[in-house]
Structure formats: C-alpha cells, structure tokens
C-alpha cells in the first residue's frame, strides 16, 4: 500500500512570506502527526490530527497551524516566515491516534523548508 | 514533563561489532516505547517497539527491552553490517503523553 506523501519535497521561501505543506496519510489512518526537524533542536511537535480534531499542539507560535481533511490529508501552514523556520517538516500518520502507543508512526519523507 | 536521553553520537564501529545505543526516559505513568531509524534524505522508520515493561521489541537483529525498574529501553544489536549506518531515534508516546523524541544517535559502520 502506499505510504505517508508529503508534498512538496523542497521549498524555499522569503521571509515574511507563507507556506502551506500537504500530507497525505496511509489509507486508513486516521491521525496525522506534524515534526519540526532541525540540527539543532531536533524533532520537535506541533500538532495531531485525529479525525479532522486538533488532538494536541505542542509549543510552537501561533504562526503555525494545520487543519485535517474528512479523507484524512492534512497541511499545515507557516505565516510569517523567519529563518529559524527552516527545517525539515515530517508528517506521520498512525492507525489510533493518541500518540500512536500500540502501532507507532509510519512517516513520510519530509518537506525540506528554506527560508532566505 | 517526559524527557527521552540518548547517547551522544556519532557511535563508530567496524562491521560485525556489537552495538548498544543507550536511552532513557522520564515519565509518568506507563508509557509505550519505540524506536525509529532515519536514513539520509528520508523520514523515520519505526525499527521496533515495546508497549509495558519486561516487553522485548525486536526487529531485523535489533532488540531493545523495556526496563521500568531502569527507566530504560536500550537497543542492541550482536553483529552490525554497514547498511545499518544512520541515525537511531528513542521516542516514548502513549495515552495523553504528547510523543518526545530523543535527539538521535548516528551511527556509522566500516566494512
């Protein structure tokens, strides 16, 4: 079955502008998970998704939201960029949701964001 | 609030030596435990989990054990190949917990 696709895989903004990623989860997972990866932070949480539901957010600026779709894609969106947004931003999706305890994630590849 | 500590990195060893990667954890409650592995230019692969304690994960030669009592799951592997080059990521998630990720673990194997 396919997996977890993010698109696009590469982005490079203007600071001050804003960006929408897409994720499309595995067929039947309900709950969509957004990372912020960087070097120096590591992966860091944003928000869930579980069932068009913000489940939980993690501590980022309200600059950063998302919204999930009734077929279960979800984006997520970035106003206002600075540079400290660059980074890799992975999606996971998983079958249950909070958390994911009993199966995990399945991630997608990741949408590489530059902002100049 | 929970917390996922693992050994720096980079961890450097010759194909067929045995790997240990350390990781422990604070939570409270009982939270499930995983990890994942990342290969460069792609996302995290969930590599094994265990969902309560005296649990063994294991997959593809790895395990890890989930020790309550040590607060710890660390992975092993008895005989490493250089394919298993990349960066290894403990995570604890589960119930309310919102999921935390170690910083991650590269490892780099020589033939």
């Known amino acids: 079955k396919a997996g977890v696709t993010q698109t696009p895989r590469y982005l490079i903004k203007t600071r001050g502008q804003q960006v929408t990623l897409s994720c499309s989860p595995i067929s039947g997972h309900r709950s969509v998970s957004w990372y912020q990866q960087t070097p120096g932070q590591g992966l860091q949480f944003l928000f869930e998704y579980f069932s068009e539901t913000q489940r939980n957010k993690g501590n980022f600026p309200g600059r950063f939201s998302g919204r999930q779709f009734s077929n279960s894609r979800s984006e997520m969106n970035v106003s206002t960029l600075e540079l400290g947004d660059s980074a890799l931003y992975l999606c996971a999706s998983s079958l249950d949701g909070t958390g994911s305890a009993n199966y995990g994630y399945t991630f997608g590849s990741g949408t590489r964001l530059t902002v100049v | 609030g929970n917390s996922v500590t693992q050994m720096e990195g980079p961890v450097t060893l010759s194909e067929e030596a045995f790997l240990t990667i350390n990781c422990t954890y604070t939570a409270t409650g009982y939270p499930s435990l995983f990890w994942y592995v990342q290969y460069p230019g792609e996302g995290l692969q969930l590599l094994l989990k265990?969902?309560?304690?005296?649990d063994k994960g294991s997959n593809k030669g790895f395990e890890a054990t989930y020790r309550k009592e040590t607060t710890s799951f660390h992975l092993e592997k008895g005989s490493v190949q250089v394919s298993d080059s990349a960066v290894y990521f403990c995570a604890l998630t589960g119930g309310s917990y919102i999921p935390t990720f170690g910083r991650g673990t590269s490892l780099i194997v020589h033939p």
């Open positions: 265990a969902t309560k304690a005296d």
